[in-house]
């Protein structure tokens, strides 16, 4: 059995300086993206939980689009 040790603090520092470029290059992600958001019909009550929510751009468009307020990212 192999085990890795994952240095967390690296990991956190590359995710940080990917982010800073990602939505910019997410060009195909963020139109299907909308296209489904455009899409979404939830009730008053709905509660949305945005999985791999990555840079939360589309945590935000949920939020204004559909007019949601309980988001958990």
Known sequence: MVVSV????QMRQSFGQASQSYD???TLQRQVGR???NKVSLG???L???VG???GFFTQQLRDVAGL???LA
């Open 6 to 9: 994952v240095d967390k603090k």
């Open 24 to 26: 910019g290059m997410a």
């Open 35 to 37: 296209e489904l958001i």
């Open 44 to 46: 008053d009550n709905a």
């Open 48 to 50: 949305v939980l945005d």
């Open 53 to 55: 929510c990555g840079t």
């Open 69 to 71: 307020g309980n988001i």
